[in-house]
């Protein structure tokens, strides 16, 4: 399999590089002296760049392209965000507090370490992390705190605060220091004010240009996938073992009161399919350089994956969309390597696999995982800080430039009184925009649990009606059912540009938890509500099939089944047939004509000379089985119907 | 510090400049000492600092507890902080000498009372690092540098606030020749010393700390 995977990518990536992409990535060489896990960037006043490391470091430079770099700062412990006044005056949030860096003898070495607030405590746990940095409206500074996990030690000598080891609630990070698991402020005179609790690990915290505080937070117990919310004071996202440290702490909630306590997020990111570890989100400000989402917002995520955001106002409230913005390929190799483990390269957990949906590669410069910091500069290119220490490797820093070319994507979703409004960056294709088979909708729900939550309540979502405005730049979604509570999945990939060009990021999620009028979900937070129905049948499973599918297949045959020329692949004469099966085809030549027996041996063996993989090593038996299923009843028509007693491949 | 000793220290001595990397810039040579590095330190509080005096002689300095907990012939290892997910204390590598373990030993007006000390910060200065924090909203300065005939650690107070009465309580070390200046010794174990009232130079209380066997 890997002779044959290592032919199939090599014409592949000798040919895509000759295709330029909407949005490039190019690398930063970083000073040899510096290890890599960068975990912090931005820019002073004047344009320079500052990034910090996890070995505690802070660097500067006013050529990101040829140096020379400065060292300014070491010794920190595990710096994770920066915020520059000067190129003599940097910010950084350290473990246990909030510093400030001055080069007081100009010798472009800070030679102050003041420290400025350190009114929470610390553990050295190793899930305890301190999070920033950024300065809202007023000039304060915006941090936030991660809760330790009980896996590690924790260091309970002599604490800053006197810690509270009490668990009160049923979780499995506690917040044993003051304000641990809460999204903090530190005025300019260096007074602490917790702002928001609820927090599991709030990785990534950012100010919009409005002087709005976001702040994004990661799956896992309560916290059932990760979000983006809207930091309001005084208010509650979810995770309970922070609430003890908040003035008005009167004991233990019930799951019950907790859910209603609850302020849900802007915007959920499904894990999975949108990641699985999300850090800073960064506002685009640039007037227009960096393409066309201006005034849209950018989650870096651990997983290869940068995503985009959009947020419209409802009621009063925050909410709106996600799509993916740049994706990178894991590839077989590691998706099998990873299936099940902490590895957060792919999302792991639950859903991660089960929703995680690879790519074909980029040309050009791969994506990194890791990207938990991004910062714009002012040339309008896009910042990326990667640190993947303990969960992956690859660290460094990357930037995103936008080559001047409009991306064919979904640029906004907006919520009308019947469904959805979508608004590309692009005429559109007006007959594939009016035609509903352009369109796969489904909602689900996540539940609110101790325990974390799968998701719940999964349904397709009929469209009543298409609306394509005249320009065809937009289509409104009339849907049969349209509820507060769920967040709606929409693939588009038969979707076309005007040009013919297909959407580059064919999938979106809006998390619908208002409607227009103000009214939001009644029904129960923490239970389904369709009962899933048991199967009794030992028979193949289309369903399980549909989620290897997704992992293993579409990144050839597509979504829709269509396969297709493989990315890159005309440009060679002379290698064999770079085109995957088309699976919708019918008659006697159609792939699905062939008999059970026939296809679960090419599945399980690949043929030679041809790019389809073996997947007899990748999966089981009754994997191929269940996969298979999915190819008939997703894809086949009346085509032969698959035997309830398959011939098991060898 | 004889030179084959110094020489037979310096493999150690390479693991702190591995782990904390060239110096200033890309081009100039490594820092001079001292290096302070704020980290997870073996029985200290949360995030203490391992200082880096010389290639040498190391510290820990625990701005929690308040004050040295020990000093090593040797170096600092960071590697064991930097590795994995789940992070390990740094190693002293090398011999200790000096132990301290007294919750804030440095008092203010009243030896039987544990102040409430809050961290400022720290900064390099004339060979030096000096930490800086407050007891009871009084502000102090901790400088800590080698000796100057490069053996052991020197370690001086500045208070630059007049009338108040300050008290070491000094432990017993069995390794480690202490001497005392400019303080008076109240009874054994306890030093004390004033900032006068006219406040212009006021005498630092110091000590130096020396391991008896050299290394």
Not at chain 1, 80 to 99: D, K
Not at chain 2, 196 to 202: H, L, N, W, Y
Request: glycine share 10%; net charge negative.
């Amino acid at each position: 399999m890997k002779r044959r995977l290592a032919f199939f990518l090599l014409p592949l990536a000798a040919a895509a590089s000759l295709r330029a992409n909407t949005y490039e990535i190019e690398e930063i060489t970083l000073p040899t002296a510096m290890v890599p896990e960068v975990s912090g960037v931005t820019f002073t006043p004047d344009g320079q760049l500052v990034i910090v490391n996890r070995h505690g470091e802070v660097w500067l430079t006013a050529d990101p392209k040829n140096g020379p770099w400065r060292r300014f700062a070491f010794g920190l412990h595990e710096p994770l965000g920066v915020f520059a006044a000067s190129a003599t005056e940097i910010f950084v949030t350290q473990r246990p507090e909030l510093t400030r860096l001055r080069d007081t003898d100009g010798d472009g070495a800070a030679d102050r370490y003041e420290t400025i607030n350190d009114d929470w405590s610390v553990t050295d746990n190793w899930h305890e992390f301190t999070f920033g940095l950024h300065l809202n409206k007023e000039g304060d500074f915006i941090l936030s705190t991660g809760l330790p996990d009980l896996a590690g030690p924790l260091n309970t000598l002599y604490p800053r605060v006197p810690l509270n080891m009490e668990k009160v609630h049923e979780e499995r990070k506690p917040s044993p220091g003051r304000y641990e698991g809460w999204v903090l402020k530190v005025d300019r005179d260096g007074r602490l004010t917790p702002i928001a609790s609820g927090f599991r690990a709030a990785a990534g915290v950012g100010v919009s240009p409005d002087g709005e505080i976001f702040a994004t937070d990661q799956q896992g117990d309560y916290v059932a996938t990760s979000t983006l919310v809207h930091v309001q004071p005084g208010r509650f996202y979810g995770h309970p073992a922070s609430l003890k440290w908040a003035k008005d702490y009167d004991g233990p909630l019930d799951l019950p009161e907790l859910a209603k306590r609850r302020t849900p997020e802007a915007v959920a990111l499904p894990h999975g399919t949108m990641g699985g570890s999300p850090g800073e989100p960064v506002w685009d400000t640039t007037g227009g350089k960096f393409g066309p989402f201006t005034g849209q917002i950018f989650v870096g995520d651990f997983t290869k994956l940068i995503s985009r955001v959009y947020l419209e106002k409802v009621a009063g409230e925050y909410q709106g969309a996600c799509f993916p913005f740049i994706r990178d390929a894991v590839g077989l190799e590691a998706i099998q390597a990873n299936s099940g483990a902490d590895n957060l390269t792919i999302p792991a957990g639950r859903d991660g696999l089960k929703y995680f949906r690879d790519v074909p590669p980029r040309s050009g410069t791969p994506l990194r995982p890791g990207n938990m910091r991004m910062a714009f500069a002012p040339d309008g290119s896009l910042y990326v800080a990667q640190t993947t220490r303990g969960w992956a490797s690859g660290d460094g820093l990357q930037r995103i430039v936008w080559s001047q070319r409009t991306p064919v994507e979904i640029a906004t979703i907006e919520l009308i009184p019947d469904g959805f409004r979508l608004t590309f960056t692009t005429a559109m294709d007006a007959e594939k925009l009016g035609d509903v088979s352009s369109y796969r909708l489904g909602r689900f729900r996540y539940l609110y649990l101790p325990s974390g939550s799968p998701r719940t309540d999964e349904a397709e979502v009929a469209i009543r009606e298409l609306r394509v405005a005249g320009d065809g730049r937009a289509v409104e979604l009339a849907l049969e059912d349209l509820d507060p509570g769920y967040i709606y999945e929409l693939e588009v990939d038969p979707l076309r540009s005007a040009a013919g060009d297909r959407v580059e990021n064919p999938l979106a999620f809006y998390t619908l938890t208002r409607l227009l009028d103000g009214s939001l979900f009644t029904g129960p937070m923490s239970e389904p509500l369709l009962i899933a129905e048991k199967k009794t049948d030992q028979g193949p499973n289309p369903e399980n099939g549909l989620s290897i599918y997704r992992t293993f297949c579409v990144t050839c045959h597509q979504p829709d089944g269509s396969g297709g020329a493989l990315p890159g692949a005309t440009a060679l004469p002379g290698t064999p047939a770079l085109v995957a099966a088309d699976f919708t085809l019918r008659g006697p030549e159609a792939p699905l004509s062939k008999s059970d027996e026939e296809l679960i041996r090419f599945i399980t063996h690949g043929s030679e000379g041809s790019p389809m993989p073996p997947f007899g090593g990748v999966l089981k038996p009754n994997q191929i089985t269940d996969v298979l299923a999915y190819l008939r009843s997703a894809f086949g028509g009346d085509s032969q119907a698959l035997s309830p007693t398959p011939t098991q491949p060898e | 510090m004889n030179r084959t000793g110094r020489s037979l220290l310096l493999p150690a001595a390479l693991l702190v400049a591995l782990v904390a990397g060239p110096g200033l810039s890309e081009d100039k040579d490594p820092p001079t000492p001292p290096q302070v590095y704020r980290t997870f330190m073996p029985g200290a509080g949360p995030s203490a600092f391992g200082v880096v005096l010389a290639p040498y002689l190391a510290l820990c300095y625990d701005p929690l507890r308040g004050g040295v907990n020990q000093s090593w012939q040797g170096t600092l290892d960071l590697a064991p902080t930097l590795r994995a997910k789940i992070n390990e204390p740094a190693t002293i590598a090398g011999t200790v000498f000096y132990e301290e373990s007294i919750l804030q030993p440095l008092r203010i007006e009243d030896p039987e009372t544990v102040p409430e000390r809050r961290f400022k910060g720290y900064r390099y200065a004339d060979g030096a690092v000096i930490f800086d924090y407050t007891l009871d909203g009084v502000a102090v300065s901790e400088a800590l540098r080698i000796t100057s005939d490069g053996d052991g650690v020197e370690r001086a107070w500045m208070v630059a606030e007049g009338g108040h009465t300050f008290y070491f309580l000094a432990e017993e070390q069995s390794d480690a020749e202490v001497v005392f200046t400019g303080g008076t010794k109240v009874s054994p174990g306890l030093w004390k010393f004033e900032t006068g009232t006219d406040t212009d130079s006021p005498a630092p209380f110091a000590m130096t700390m020396q391991a008896k066997t050299k290394k």
